[in-house]
Structures are given as structure tokens and as C-alpha cells.
């Protein structure tokens, strides 16, 4: 019988822990919840390896502290990060820091499992940073100098009006540049689009 994936559950919402406990396990996953960042640290060198589920927001520690504490201690598990409506600025630094994905609550069950297959795929595959490096660069060096401006502000985590302002265009041409540029990126999301351009080395 196969071994079920694991996926660590960090976050101190119950309502939370529940409902995303019960997708994962209807798709087949093995799941185990933490209530807060500090009680995964404190488990995390026994426990299973899989991938993270990350709530942002939580007290005593956070989610990027929670992450930065689990590079700091070799913990190389893949992290998909859960942001409130509008944390994008968070969500980009999460990516920077080496999360895999981050999605919005309130989330569906297939954007949920899209994330959480994603950050399997990495763990499984070590030797494929390379070649996903130079896939990322192909991919930006065809988009327009225009395009790659906007991409490199969606990077810094900017809304759409700053990327506007500080590029001197109006708030709709960036949502068209950044329409065009995800076109010609093969994405749907903006997480899809962040991933191609830190693989390339695109940091704003």
C-alpha cells in the first residue's frame, strides 16, 4: 500500500484547520494540524516529512518568521502560504523566502490542492531548480521591455496603480501589460507568474 502524503496544516483558525483538513483527506492526503507556528517548530525536527500549509497571519509568530526559522534549521520541506484577501505584498515575500505557492482565503478545494500538488512536485524533484532556472528565463526574455517592467513590480509585490505611477502609464495599461505578459507566460495566476520570475532571478 502506498505511503499518504503528508501535509502539515500551520494555522491558528480552527474553522481553517477543519476545512482544509477535510478537502486534503477527501483527496487522499494524510493531514496533521498545528495551532501555531511555535508548536510546529517545536515538533517539526520529528515530524513527518511533506509538505507545509502556512498561514501568514498568526500570533506570537508569523508566517514568514515561522519560515525563516524553518530555513534557518534545514527544515527543507516545501511551504504553500494562506493569505487574507489583499496580502499580496506578504504572499510575494513568502515566494522570495522560497515558498512554492500562496493562496487567498476564502479558497476552493481545487485551487487548494493545485498549490499543495505543486509543492509535492518539488519535493520530489531536486534535480529539476536548474533547468526550471533556465525554462524561467527563455520564458521572461520574450516578454516586451514594457512587460518585464510590470512583471518586475509585480515582484516587489506593488498593486497595480503604484506599478502605474512609478512607471508613469495609466492603472489599465499595466492590467493589459500584465493580461499580455501572463499570456505569454503560460500562467493563470499570479502566484504561477511570481514562481517563473524568482526562478529567473526577476526580484523587482
Not at 117 to 146: K, N, P
Not at 185 to 190: A, E, I, N, Q
Request: charged share 25%.
Amino acid at each position: 500500500m502506498e505511503d499518504k502524503r503528508v501535509v502539515h496544516i500551520v494555522d491558528d483558525e480552527d474553522a481553517i484547520r477543519r476545512s482544509a483538513g477535510f478537502m486534503l483527506k477527501k483527496s487522499g492526503f494524510a493531514v496533521t494540524p498545528w495551532v501555531s507556528g511555535v508548536e510546529f517548530l517545536k515538533n517539526v525536527k520529528h515530524a513527518e516529512q511533506g509538505c507545509i500549509l502556512l498561514d501568514v497571519r498568526m500570533p506570537e509568530m508569523d508566517g514568514l518568521e515561522v519560515q525563516q526559522q524553518l530555513g534557518e534549521r534545514g527544515v527543507s520541506m516545501p511551504v504553500v502560504v494562506l493569505t487574507g484577501h489583499g496580502d499580496v505584498s506578504i504572499a510575494v515575500r513568502a515566494m522570495k523566502a522560497g515558498a512554492v505557492d500562496f493562496i487567498e482565503k476564502p479558497f476552493e478545494k481545487a485551487v487548494l490542492l493545485t498549490a499543495i500538488e505543486s509543492a509535492f512536485e518539488r519535493l520530489s524533484d531536486t534535480e529539476g531548480r536548474a533547468s526550471r532556472a533556465a525554462d524561467a528565463t527563455i520564458l521572461i526574455a520574450a516578454l516586451s521591455a514594457r512587460e518585464q517592467d510590470v512583471l518586475k513590480g509585480l515582484a516587489q509585490g506593488l498593486p497595480n496603480k503604484t506599478i502605474a505611477y512609478d512607471l508613469g502609464i495609466s492603472p489599465r495599461t499595466v492590467e493589459v501589460h500584465r493580461a499580455n505578459l501572463m499570456v505569454k507566460l503560460g500562467v493563470r495566476s499570479l502566484s504561477e507568474a511570481l514562481r517563473i520570475a524568482f526562478s529567473a532571478g526577476v526580484t523587482g
